[in-house]
């Protein structure tokens, strides 16, 4: 079996980084998938529904907004994907020595109980990254238009704590909301 895992919200100064873990079933409709940062919004919710009803085993893993600034960015993406991937395993009832391989999108691979392989751009290229991808913009968005609710002078809807002109501003007029990644510069 092949498992897909990548994460969302690197860049962001602000909210969590998300990962997803995901392994598809022969028959999925691969059609439906695509790097998430192609998709628009609707299709990535399209994809993500079929993906959760669909696939063989997924799993979600997060790593706060604290974890980034105490750990650095790259080692709370690792962290939020081994526990995607142990999210995956418990939800499935999968054992990690089930003949499970691993494909991690980018150039590092997190601490897991599994083969496991770095690949640059496999959010283009392999279907059970393409979902892994899509599942965790999709929840991370979903998190980020929550946080709105919450802090609405921030404009969290808009941008999902990306470093746009717009969000630098208000965090100048406003100060580092409670979810603002303080180790990262706002300038």
């Not at 998709?39 to 907004?65: F, N, Y």
């Not at 501003?169 to 180790?183: A, D, F, N, T, W």
Request: net charge positive; hydrophobic share 40%; with cysteine.
């Amino acid at each position: 079996m092949i498992c897909g895992i990548d994460e969302a919200g690197r860049g962001p100064l602000a909210g969590p980084v998300c990962a997803a873990a995901v392994i598809l079933k022969s028959d999925f409709p691969l059609e439906l998938l695509n790097d998430s940062k192609k998709m628009t919004p609707q299709k990535r919710d399209e994809a993500r529904r079929v993906i959760c009803e669909q696939a063989l085993a997924w799993g979600i893993g997060w790593a706060s907004h604290t974890e980034i600034d105490s750990i650095n960015i790259l080692q709370a993406s690792l962290l939020a994907m081994k526990r995607a991937f142990e999210d995956m395993l418990k939800r499935a009832a999968l054992a990690p020595d089930e003949n499970i391989s691993v494909i991690v999108d980018g150039n590092k691979i997190p601490d897991i109980q599994a083969p496991c392989k770095a690949m640059v751009k496999a959010d283009a290229k392999v279907s059970e990254v393409m979902a892994a991808s899509i599942l965790a913009k999709t929840e991370r968005d979903a998190y980020m238009d929550k946080m709105a609710e919450l802090y609405p002078q921030y404009g969290y809807e808009k941008h999902k704590g990306y470093p746009t002109k717009t969000h630098r501003e208000l965090v100048k007029k406003y100060g580092p909301s409670p979810i603002q990644r303080l180790s990262f510069r706002v300038r």
